[in-house]
């Protein structure tokens, strides 16, 4: 996909997410691997309900700008992080719901969803009778460190379809990004259901 192709089909999601509420304020970043060396990326500071064009910027795979007045997302070194361990990934969402952050506080060093009929939404999974195992990991403001982190612990966990920041929010990918768009929302509702379940059942 073009350049131009992906930096519209961003702004797109931007808009649908904002709507949602998955991405308040600034927050949040998306990028689109556009070949083998480079990604779109939306730059740093803009609001993902109201990008444009200029919104969106080319980095390389080690996170470099290659616009001179553009300036990536702090966080652009976890999505190249992704891109470079999984040659596969097309598209990769960061967002900030509230669902999101919640679980993230109250869950420490992992969510495990079980027995869901919407897991089956995740390639790989064709039964309710599943497991998922989604990590939470601690926040850290050096970002390097923190994609490190991501790194050790998928050398040695299984794999996963997204991970969580503690108090942060969620990092989901895909092959493209309508497939990326299907995780984030499974995994929202899912995340959802937990938390209602956490309540329900308080004694």
């Given amino acids: 996909m073009s350049f131009a ?37 939306t730059v740093s500071g803009w609001h993902k309900g109201e990008l ?11 996170g470099n700008s290659l616009e001179e007045s553009k300036k990536p997302s702090a966080e652009t070194v976890l999505h190249c992080q992704l891109y470079r361990r999984f040659p596969d990934i097309g598209a990769i969402l960061h967002t900030h719901s509230m669902n999101a952050t919640l679980i993230s506080r109250l869950y420490h060093n992992e969510v495990k969803l079980e027995d869901y009929e919407l897991l089956k939404a995740f390639p790989g999974v064709t039964t309710h009778e599943s497991t998922m195992t989604v990590p939470v990991l601690a926040n ?52 959802a259901c937990e938390l209602k379940l956490r309540e329900v059942e308080k004694p």
Avoid: C
């Fill in 52 to 62: 444009t064009r200029e919104g969106i910027m080319r980095a390389d795979l080690s």
């Fill in 140 to 191: 850290d403001q050096d970002i390097p460190r923190l994609a490190r982190h991501v790194d050790e612990y998928m050398d040695s966990h299984p794999p996963v379809h997204g991970y969580l920041i503690a108090g942060h929010g969620l990092y989901t990918w895909g092959r493209d990004l309508k497939q990326t768009m299907r995780h984030l929302e499974a995994f929202e509702f899912l995340f």
């Fill in 5 to 41: 192709d992906s930096a519209d089909a961003l702004i797109e999601a931007g808009r649908i997410l904002h709507d949602k509420g998955w991405v308040p304020a600034t927050s949040g970043n998306f990028s689109m691997r556009l070949d083998g060396e480079e990604m779109a990326i």
